[in-house]
């Protein structure tokens, strides 16, 4: 089959396209997710001045001393909200990551966040997850996510808890999401392992790829980068991916 020739992409309009890099990443460029606490309380810790760094471990500390959902407003939870102004925009998720692995919050601590936060308490808990919740029960949270064109959010959603919990097919919709807003793919964890040898995956690309095409409209370059990875050899029988690749 002929592909569509990827055409650049037009500039993006004003809160669409690449995410901000300084609220996906911390400093020394691991994606929040994928950070251990510890290590990541070292990294911050090092880049903080004085007065960040002393309200960052009194915040901690407070929500190892209080955890969980204590009263109407856990403490934690206000930290959380102060989080920009005592750590400054680089800095703030990093420190609302740890502030919730301090707090142990769970499931229905983090939806609560979640669902009653801001738009970055909302990233926080996204990039929080894997760290917090070793099953699926937070699927929720990730399935709102992907419902947005905030492409912040689109990020955190598809990093390691979605590469470990999302279906199949909720799975290869959130690729397309991406594509669809402009969020780059470096963003899903795991692409390369879940796209192997994903016939379904290709087909939508390829209609994706058509209707662009067909609309005068460019097809992203990044639809055939993953498009080349679903033609990869699919993995031997019997060691599929624990996801599998029905629909």
């Known amino acids: 089959m002929t592909r569509p020739r990827a055409t650049p992409a037009a500039p993006t309009p004003s809160g669409r396209g690449t995410p901000d890099a300084r609220h996906t990443r911390p400093v020394h460029g691991?994606?929040?997710?994928?950070?251990?606490?510890?290590?990541?309380?070292?990294?911050?810790?090092?880049?903080?001045?004085?007065?960040?760094?002393?309200?960052?471990?009194?915040?901690?500390?407070?929500?190892?001393?209080h955890p969980g959902l204590h009263g109407p407003v856990p403490v934690w939870e206000l930290r959380l909200a102060e989080a920009g102004r005592r750590c400054g925009p680089s800095h703030a998720d990093a420190a609302r990551v740890l502030i919730l692995h301090a707090a142990r919050a769970d499931a229905d601590a983090l939806s609560r966040v979640y669902f009653q936060g801001t738009a970055d308490e909302r990233r926080a808990v996204l990039h929080a997850l894997p760290h917090l919740v070793p099953g699926p029960?937070?699927?929720?949270?990730?399935?709102?996510?992907?419902?947005?064109?905030?492409?912040?959010?689109?990020?955190?959603?598809?990093?390691?808890?979605?590469?470990?919990?999302?279906?199949?097919?909720?799975?290869?919709?959130?690729?397309?999401?991406?594509?669809?807003?402009?969020?780059?793919?470096?963003?899903?964890?795991?692409?390369?392992?879940?796209a192997r040898g994903d016939g379904e995956l290709a087909r939508m690309l390829d209609d994706y790829a058509a209707e662009r095409t067909a609309a005068g409209r460019p097809v992203p370059a990044d639809l055939h980068r993953v498009l080349a990875l679903t033609e990869s050899a699919a993995p031997p029988h019997g060691t599929d991916h624990p996801h599998g690749k029905e629909s």
């Open 30 to 65: 691991t994606p929040l997710a994928l950070t251990p606490p510890d290590e990541l309380r070292r990294d911050l810790a090092a880049h903080l001045g004085g007065a960040a760094r002393a309200w960052l471990d009194q915040a901690l500390d407070e929500a190892a001393a």
């Open 137 to 194: 029960d937070a699927l929720p949270l990730v399935e709102d996510a992907l419902r947005t064109n905030d492409t912040r959010l689109l990020a955190a959603a598809v990093g390691p808890y979605a590469a470990r919990h999302l279906a199949p097919h909720s799975w290869r919709h959130a690729v397309l999401k991406c594509l669809f807003t402009e969020v780059p793919v470096d963003h899903v964890t795991d692409l390369a392992e879940r």
